[in-house]
């Protein structure tokens, strides 16, 4: 018989989690204004709201929390971490943040100007958000293949080498500050993006000599996907593909708190030392002295120990496998979901889950709080809500895709945890008719409003 696959670690320390009634969670979600990132987290008995800093992280990590320097400069515990990102990433300047929203700040600060122009693939949202709130754009380069989730393609996070082209051939290079790769890509439903479009991006934004980034979150997970699914990449290890990743780019911004398997960390990685100088003057204002950023040496331990485990082969099939394991459940309920599965998350496609609710009522966050007021799941919208509105018109953006997102913590749940996820989504399939109203907003702020706003029933 041939063995069936298991985790490569076990559990040395538990967290005990608060069931609800329906009763109880449909008061909270009132008083939460359908927000749920207004919820209290013992609200809440599985939590799939983000998979950021949510990790469970080793006993080796926890190690480097007690081994700690905390010096306010030359920190031991940052040289570990500067030594460990040339080493795994190859980059030789390097600068540490509270996490990567503060990376992109630091960076953007340096490189973005009022009426610049930063193509990509979807940007993640802090990402846009730093973007327009410098009154740049960022231009959406992402590949067609992307917007089907029915369609099976191993790359749907590539950019669109011609979209690209267009952006580069049409507006001057002073005002093109960047190309940003985010891998992998978060907001077209966790997917990868090949090492061939790597290389080609890198060498079409050479042509026109624009630096390329990446938004590398999940860098790891995206170096497991190469592996698996590209041609002549079967034998590399993770490392070797992380090592080439990154040498097609000009540098880096990182939330940690994603594969790095931190609670709370971010780094920008860089091989120009004009651009470090400029950035470091920033990281002084806004994190931190340079040998801490933000965090306490502990972290930048705990960080350094991160990257490496993250790294490693059987942890990423056993990361992602439970991420595949989710989306086979939902498939054989005929839930439709985002085809293949991403690293990270499941995507459940809410505009086919509810298409008897229109999308001014918001599909996808309607399905969030069914999916809460069923068992205790907490999920996020990444529809209309994330879109937000169109910084010059204020009018609603509605997206191709009206996605509700399981986002899976690393090494916290098991595999029960997921079945019983499962069977709440299969629940609500089952009566989908039967929800007839959505959710209409009452209040919102005017950037990145899907953190704060208010919602009221239709
Ligand atoms: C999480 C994330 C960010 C922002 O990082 P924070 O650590 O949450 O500030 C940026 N880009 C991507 C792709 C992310 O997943």
């Known amino acids: 018989m041939e063995l069936p696959f298991a985790e490569p670690y076990r559990i040395k320390v538990v967290e005990p989690l608060r069931k609800s009634t329906r009763a109880e969670r449909e008061d909270w979600i009132i008083k939460a204004q359908y927000n749920l990132f207004n919820l209290r987290s013992d609200q809440v008995f599985i939590d799939l709201l983000t998979d950021s800093g949510t990790g469970a992280m080793s006993h080796l990590q926890w190690a480097e929390i007690m081994q700690g320097d905390e010096s306010y400069a030359g920190s031991l515990s940052y040289f570990k971490l500067r030594d460990t990102i040339n080493t795994l990433l190859g980059m030789p300047y390097f600068l540490p943040t509270h996490q990567g929203r503060a990376a992109e700040n630091v960076l953007f600060s340096a490189m973005i100007k009022a009426g610049d122009i930063v193509p990509g693939n979807a940007h993640f949202d802090t990402t846009k958000g730093h973007i327009e709130f410098r009154n740049a754009v960022a231009v959406d380069c992402t590949i067609e293949e992307a917007q089907d989730t029915t369609l099976i393609h191993p790359f749907k996070g590539n950019l669109d080498l011609e979209k690209l082209e267009k952006v580069l051939s049409t507006n001057p290079k002073e005002k093109i500050p960047l190309c940003l790769i985010t891998v992998t890509c978060n907001t077209s439903g966790g997917q990868p993006v090949s090492m061939e479009n790597i290389r080609e991006v890198s060498a079409l934004c050479r042509r026109y000599r624009i630096p390329v980034f990446f938004d590398a979150a999940r860098f790891a997970e995206n170096a497991y996907f190469i592996k698996v699914r590209e041609k002549g990449y079967e034998h590399k290890s993770i490392r070797e593909i992380v090592l080439e990743m990154f040498s097609y780019v000009d540098g880096a911004t990182m939330s940690s708190k994603k594969d790095a398997i931190v609670n709370i960390g971010g780094f920008i990685a860089m ?128 997206p191709a895709l009206e996605l509700l997102r399981l986002a899976i913590p690393r090494r916290a749940y ?32 005017p950037i990145m409003r899907h953190f704060t706003l208010a919602l009221e029933k239709a």
């Open 271 to 398: 091989r120009d030392k004009a651009l470090f100088d400029k950035a470091s003057t920033f990281n002084i204002m806004f994190e931190g002295y340079l040998t801490y950023g933000g965090l306490a040496g502990r972290d930048l331990g705990a960080l350094a120990q991160g990257l490496m485990e993250g790294t490693e082969f059987e942890y990423l099939e056993a990361r992602i496998g439970q991420v595949a394991f989710l989306g086979k459940k939902l498939t054989e309920y005929g839930i439709p979901i985002q085809q293949p599965t991403g690293g990270h998350a499941v995507f459940v496609d809410a505009k086919k889950f509810l298409s008897h609710i229109p999308k001014e009522e918001l599909q996808a966050q309607t399905l969030a709080v069914e999916l809460y007021l069923e068992g205790g799941v907490r999920s996020v919208e990444i529809g209309t809500l994330l879109a937000d509105r169109d910084p010059v018109t204020r009018e609603n953006r509605y």
């Open 414 to 445: 098991t595999n029960n945890h997921m079945d019983y996820v499962a069977a709440c989504l299969k629940n609500i399939w089952d009566r989908r008719d039967s929800i007839r109203k959505g959710y209409r907003i009452v209040s919102e702020a």
